[in-house]
């Protein structure tokens, strides 16, 4: 039995672009690593106020959430774009992605606000605060577990899979990651997770014809 997620997956009924926060500042703002990898978080709209050095962990797996959050949002104004012209547009996929944007926006304010509490209860010392090399944020294991494996996180979407050769055939490293994927540079995807870059007409298309 699959472990659940340690976040709900949202379930929004309709079309929703909810996932917008607005104009957050610096807020989330993950700095460039120092020789040991730390990265520093701000944790407030105006820089400097209140902010963090992640150990290199922590500043590894905010980086993959944080550009998972921004490629999501791109998708955002891609289907808002297509929903507005009303060409090329598929309201199942659009919905599929908002819930996905949203979890993702929510699964990243849920690592601040964690970040936060470490740093009031102690176990995170400061200022400065620098987050100890032993302290995990475990809530992100699964996420990144299933990110490195090209496994969806929307549960509607984890189709089991196999050996398919037509898959490997079709896509193998024909689809290039987005330059912003630096976390990926030492180990390649799955072909799996290139499924996912596809568009969901195009995705669910090649998913259907070779699982079924």
Request: aromatic letters at 8%; hydrophobic letters at 30%.
């Amino acid at each position: 039995m699959a472990t659940p997620d340690d976040l709900p997956w949202p379930e929004l009924g309709n079309v929703s672009r909810g996932a917008t926060r607005g104009n957050q500042g610096q807020k989330g703002v993950l700095g460039p690593p120092d020789s040991e990898g730390r990265c520093t978080l701000q944790l407030r709209v105006q820089p400097g106020v209140l902010a963090v050095r992640l150990n290199r962990k922590a500043s590894d797996w905010y980086r993959i959430l944080d550009n998972e959050v921004n490629r999501a949002l791109k998708l955002t104004k891609t289907y808002w774009r297509k929903a507005r012209r009303r060409q090329d547009y598929d309201a199942r996929a659009d919905q599929d992605h908002m819930e996905l944007h949203e979890w993702l926006q929510q699964l990243k304010d849920k690592t601040m606000s964690h970040l936060e509490l470490l740093m009031q209860k102690g176990d995170i010392q400061g200022p400065p605060y620098m987050m100890p090399d032993d302290v995990e944020i475990s809530f992100l294991r699964k996420f990144i577990e299933r990110q490195n494996n090209g496994i969806p996180h929307n549960p509607r979407l984890r189709y089991p899979v196999g050996d398919h050769t037509y898959l490997r055939d079709h896509f193998g490293d024909s689809i290039t990651p987005e330059p912003s994927d630096t976390s990926y540079t030492d180990h390649q995807r799955p072909v799996y997770g290139n499924i996912l870059r596809l568009p969901y007409a195009e995705r669910d298309s090649y998913l259907t014809r070779s699982f079924i």
